[in-house]
């Protein structure tokens, strides 16, 4: 099974940029679909974005649409996630996760999901 660390957290200011990284472990992360998923203060984990194994399909939360992007290098076992112009609403911790079992696929269900990181905290101040 994969494991996952997250980093790149931190906090900025409102319309400032972040890059998260998910370095994984294990000989299933180039076969994976992965996802980020996010869970602001007093409220539910919610999925950002997610990638199949090859790159070739991505998606995201419409709120997030055009301003983050999730992006894979399979050779450093590393998934990503560009912010940009970031909102105070964005502020939560992030999740990666992993998904072996579906051939790889990206999906925006949190329970396909059978690996996750510890989280990093982002906060976006107005």
């Known amino acids: 099974q994969v494991q996952l660390v997250e980093s790149g957290g931190g906090l900025v200011q409102a319309g400032g940029s972040l890059r998260l990284s998910c370095a994984a472990s294990g000989r299933t992360f180039s076969s994976s679909g992965m996802g980020w998923f996010r869970q602001a203060p007093g409220k539910e984990r919610r999925f950002v974005a997610t990638i199949n194994w090859n790159g070739g399909s991505l998606y995201y939360a419409g709120s997030v649409q055009g301003r983050f992007a999730i992006s894979r290098d399979n050779a450093k076992n590393t998934v990503y996630l560009q912010m940009n112009s970031l909102k105070p609403e964005d502020t939560g911790v992030y999740y990666c996760?992993?998904?072996?079992?579906?051939?790889?696929?990206?999906?925006?269900?949190?329970?396909?999901?059978?690996?996750w990181g510890q989280g990093t905290q982002v906060t976006v101040s107005s």
């Open positions: 996760a992993a998904n072996s079992r579906s051939s790889g696929s990206a999906s925006s269900r949190g329970h396909d999901y059978d690996a």
